[in-house]
T-cell receptor, first 117, second 113 residues
């Protein structure tokens, strides 16, 4: 199993450009998450999904869109890139259901470093 | 008030020391709590889960105080390899459903020889 795969690893955008960060998992996990991490800060939840066709806003959803058409994929879309979106983006997944020992672990991708100039 | 707040750090301790971090949460209905470790802004890794009053795993002990709404992480006999950022994570749901997992800002630990 590859686990959680994020692409690209690095990207530089100009202000106003758009792009999609890809995230795929091959573990048949129901729950998937997008976080961003600014320098010296923790992770902020952008969007999450508890299954195909279901998405919910997190703490910082403005400027982003997501879709979940399949269990495997959870792409994050930036429509009009702004310098404030310069950050490291992490995608994560977990099995799903009621949190309990054995199913609570978040599996992370290796991150995407995005710079908006 | 932020949903999850941690000791700002950084904590600089000598090898062998005992160090403790605190994390407060705002939603009293929260049922599930976690500590993750992050090295050099790589992907975070689960360190411990806390569902009841506490949990212990070797040199690491996590405790939950529901009345005061905080969890703590205690590291005994610190090793150089413990140097990392420790992230507190809370599921703010009364039903223990994992939809939302909120991270604190992290506490940096540096263990010196």
């Amino acid at each position: 199993n590859a686990g959680v795969t994020q692409t690209p690893k690095f990207r530089i955008l100009k202000i106003g450009q758009s792009m999609t960060l890809q995230c795929a998992q091959d573990m048949n996990h129901n729950y998937m998450y997008w976080y961003r991490q600014d320098p010296g800060m923790g992770l902020k939840l952008i969007y999450y999904s508890v299954g195909a066709g279901i998405t919910d806003k997190g703490e910082v959803p403005n400027g982003y869109n997501v879709s979940r058409s399949t269990t495997e994929d959870f792409p994050l879309r930036l429509e009009l890139a702004a310098p404030s979106q310069t950050s490291v983006y992490f995608c994560a997944s977990r099995v799903g259901g009621t949190l309990a020992t054995g199913n609570e672990k978040l599996f992370f991708g290796s991150g995407t470093q995005l710079s908006v100039l | 008030r932020k949903e999850v707040e941690q000791d700002p750090g950084p904590f600089n301790v000598p090898e062998g020391a005992t160090v403790a971090f605190n994390c407060t949460y705002s939603n009293s209905a929260s049922q599930s709590f976690f500590w993750y470790r992050q090295d050099c802004r790589k992907e975070p890794k689960l360190l411990m889960s806390v569902y009841s009053s506490g949990n212990e795993d070797g040199r690491f002990t996590a405790q939950l105080n529901r009345a005061s709404q905080y969890i703590s992480l205690l590291i005994r006999d610190s090793k150089l390899s413990d140097s990392a950022t420790y992230l507190c994570v809370v599921n703010p749901s009364i039903y223990n459903q994992g939809g939302k997992l909120i991270f604190g800002q992290g506490t940096e630990l540096s263990v010196k020889p």
